[in-house]
Each structure stands twice: as structure tokens, then as C-alpha cells.
């Protein structure tokens, strides 16, 4: 009995090891083939000694910072050792304006792997690689670009002072440009990401200016690019940035079902919940009012889509948003004279849970 415990006990751990890492490299921002390093083991002596030969300025090739950026997922105390070199850093800085292209992406790759060290480590980093960073967001070189924008992003998650350190250079800023004018799909995918992360940790600290000019453009973006709603429904879950507009709801509305392809659950989720945010925040009935009017058309094709979807659960998402309609509305009693009544709540409740 005591070894099938034993023998259960390590399966969940080497389960766990296994999702560890599978989300570890996902927030990378880069893909490698596993198999090349599968018997790679790497020590704190091997990351001080790859230190030493890049602070000495020795033969340096791209399997060494391979190796490198490797060491560095396998914990904050191997990033900590690199540090500890006197010199390394600034070396490892100058490759990411090297003249062999190769070279400089693994430069900038073992910086998006350092950016998923602590909050310590963030904040020194975001002193540190910004500016040189920054100037490469906008690179022709889109592998450039794209890792750039992706380490920023990372280190934008770590916490608000990173953020602030990070908008001291308009990191905000340049990331709205980039997903206005870049033609290249990877750095608009990571664009998307280091906004979301942005958003999560600074939204309330961004002027409201910027944010409308973010919102519009996720507006104009969204056809093609989903993820947009998602950035949608982060904008308005800012108190203070009242979304109650008719343009808005309808373009949401009309989102949901456009050339005869129904949406993607997965983006109807950020959709549903921006409507919530945006009726809870309109002091008038407007918000609304124009949402249940809009349901006589729309509501059969939301259901349609969560009846597709069963296996994913939505009725929090959809319970939520009628609270903030009726509570918008005051409705107390379903019986009395008000704009709606019984039937009406019925009809409107069975859009949503299927």
C-alpha cells in the first residue's frame, strides 16, 4: 500500500514538472526543438563559467547563448549567478548589436528568458535592456522585433514599478503603434500579448487618452484579429472610462456573427463580459435597454453558439451580465408595468443558459 502512495505521489510530481514547464516555455515567445537538448543538464558552475567566457569577450557562438538562455528556465538562482559575474551582463547586452543575426537573436532570447525572474530581477532588468529594447520594437528584423516586444511584456507583468520604468520610455505607447501599422502577423501576436500583460498590472495608471486610441484601434483590428476583444473588455474594466456608446455595443453585437461564420466561443467570453462592464457603469438605462433591443436579433445566434459549445461552461459569464441589465434597469418585480415582464425574462434567460 505504502509504495502505490509512493508510486502515485511521483506521478503527480513528474505530471506537475511536465505542465511546469509547458507553461514556462509558452511565455517564452520563442519555440525550440526539445529533442536537441533533452540530455542538456545544466549547473550553477555552468552558467558562471558561460559568464566568464562572455565577460572576456572570448570566441562566442550561438550554442553558447543557446545554452545560456536554456540555464536560465531552470530557476531565479541561476539568472541571480549570472548576474554575479562582474561584466557579463554588459557583454551579453553587446551581442544584441551584433552583426551576425543569429548571434544577436539568441542575445535577445537569453533576455526574454531572464525576464521571467522575479520581481527583483524584472525591475533591474526594465533599468537596464529598455532603452536598447525600444529601439528595437520597431525593427525590420521581425524576430526582433517580435522578442523585444514579448520580454518587455514579460517584464511589464512583474509589477507596477517595472511598469512605471517601462512608460518612462512610452513602452504603452509604441506597443498601440505597433499594433496600428506592423504587417507582420508574429509581432502583432506579440503585441497582443504584452498589452494584455500591460493592461493587467498599469490600466489604472494609463491616461485616458491612450486608451481610447488603443481602443479604437483593437476596433478597427478586430475583424481580423480576435484577440482584440479581449483587449476590448480589459479597457473596460476601468471605473473611471465610461464606454457607454452606441457604436461601440453595436459593433460588439455585430461582431458576434459576421460572413456567416459564427465567433469562436473563446472570443464571445471577452464580448459578454465587456457588455456586463459597460451597462454597469452607464448611470443611465441607455446601455441596457440598447443590449436586450439588440437580443431580438442576436440573442438566438449567442445561443446557437453556446449550445456548440457545450462543454465550456459560461453561466457565470451569463448570469453576470443580466444581474447588471436588470440592476441597470431596477427591475423589482416582473409583474408590474415595467419595460419588462415575465415573459420578456424568460425568453431573454434562455439565450444564455442552454
Not at 490600466?203 to 484601434?217: A, P, R, Y
Not at 457565470?316 to 447588471?324: K, T, V
Request: glycine share 2%.
Amino acid at each position: 500500500m505504502i509504495r502505490v502512495k509512493e508510486k502515485i505521489r511521483y506521478d503527480v510530481n513528474v505530471h506537475r514538472e511536465k505542465n511546469k514547464l509547458i507553461l514556462l516555455n509558452a511565455r517564452r515567445g520563442i519555440t525550440f526543438d526539445e529533442n536537441d537538448d533533452k540530455n542538456d543538464t545544466f549547473t550553477i558552475q555552468d552558467v558562471h563559467n558561460i559568464a566568464l567566457e562572455i565577460k572576456k569577450k572570448k570566441t562566442i557562438t550561438r550554442n553558447h547563448l543557446k545554452l545560456l538562455k536554456h540555464a536560465f528556465l531552470n530557476g531565479q538562482e541561476f539568472i541571480l549567478e549570472f548576474f554575479r559575474v562582474q561584466g557579463a551582463f554588459d557583454s551579453l547586452l553587446h551581442y544584441t548589436s551584433s552583426n551576425d543575426d543569429a548571434l544577436q537573436l539568441a542575445a535577445f532570447e537569453c533576455f526574454c528568458n531572464m525576464s521571467l525572474g522575479d520581481n527583483k530581477t524584472c525591475i533591474k532588468l526594465a533599468k537596464l535592456i529598455t532603452p536598447y529594447l525600444m529601439v528595437h520594437i520597431n525593427s525590420l528584423n521581425f524576430n526582433i522585433s517580435s522578442i523585444s516586444i514579448w520580454t518587455l511584456g514579460n517584464i511589464s507583468d512583474s509589477s507596477e514599478t517595472a511598469c512605471v520604468l517601462l512608460q518612462n520610455q512610452n513602452f504603452f505607447e509604441a506597443l498601440v503603434n505597433c499594433l496600428k501599422n506592423s504587417t507582420c502577423d508574429e509581432v502583432i501576436q506579440n503585441t497582443f500579448y504584452a498589452l494584455k500583460l500591460m493592461l493587467k498590472t498599469y490600466i489604472s495608471q494609463l491616461k485616458i487618452e491612450i486608451l481610447n486610441d488603443l481602443l479604437q484601434t483593437c476596433l478597427e483590428r478586430s475583424k481580423t484579429w480576435k484577440e482584440s476583444f479581449w483587449i476590448i473588455y480589459q479597457i473596460s474594466c476601468r471605473q473611471d472610462f465610461a464606454l457607454h456608446d452606441d457604436h461601440l455595443m453595436r459593433h460588439l453585437l455585430n461582431s458576434i456573427h459576421s460572413d456567416d461564420e459564427l465567433v469562436d466561443i473563446k472570443f464571445l467570453i471577452p464580448i459578454l463580459r465587456t457588455f456586463g462592464n459597460i451597462i454597469a457603469l452607464d448611470q443611465s438605462n441607455n446601455s441596457a435597454n440598447t443590449f436586450l433591443f439588440a437580443l431580438k436579433s442576436q440573442g438566438p445566434i449567442i445561443r446557437h453558439i453556446l449550445i456548440q459549445n457545450k462543454s465550456i461552461n459560461l453561466s457565470n459569464e451569463c448570469a453576470w451580465l443580466l444581474g447588471n441589465v436588470f440592476n441597470s434597469l431596477h427591475i423589482n418585480n416582473f409583474n408590474d408595468n415595467n419595460v419588462i415582464n415575465a415573459d420578456y425574462f424568460e425568453e431573454v434567460c434562455s439565450y444564455f443558459f442552454v
